[in-house]
């Protein structure tokens, strides 16, 4: 259960906080900008499981699994937006869960339930102001592209989710800082 999470968690981060408006285009850009985007979702995951060196085919397993949900995409981009955004989201669920299940008695997380579970929920709240933001880009171009909410949310939600995604970065950062001193 503690592998999944860690795994949540890992998606989260680097998907949303992680995934800058320059990474974002870089992805759209060319297969280069994807590949950057899977390593940085290797890396952090690496960081949040035990023992990583020793699983790294579950590493490489994840990197290449990503690049291939998002270079999907990148290439067949859905309409409206929203459903893209969620069958991408779904499509990346179900990849973790089945790493999960195959290496979950070879590792498992190096953080306890006690923090990864406030961090997902966060990294959920996150996720969920992104997906309003790609919803006003859809509802912008239809009726109610007018209404002051959804040009609010066009213009400034995707902003302050990325900005949002800081207390978590930082929060990751200081837990590892700390479990590397030595005990006193």
Known sequence: M???AALLLGHLVADFPLQTDRIYKLKNESC???ALHAA???ILTAFLIKQPLTVWPLLVTLGVLHFLIDLVKVHAPQKPQA???V???VAHIVVLKGLADRWATTTDSALSSSILLPM???GVFLATLVFLWVLANDLSLGALGNKSYILWTKSYLLQVSQYAGWPLI???VVYWYQSSLPAV
């Open 87 to 89: 069958l991408d989201q």
């Open 32 to 34: 280069l900008g994807i």
């Open 120 to 122: 997902i929920v966060y």
């Open 40 to 42: 940085i979702h290797m």
């Open 2 to 4: 503690n592998l999944l």
């Open 170 to 172: 930082l929060s990751l």
């Open 83 to 85: 459903i893209g955004f």
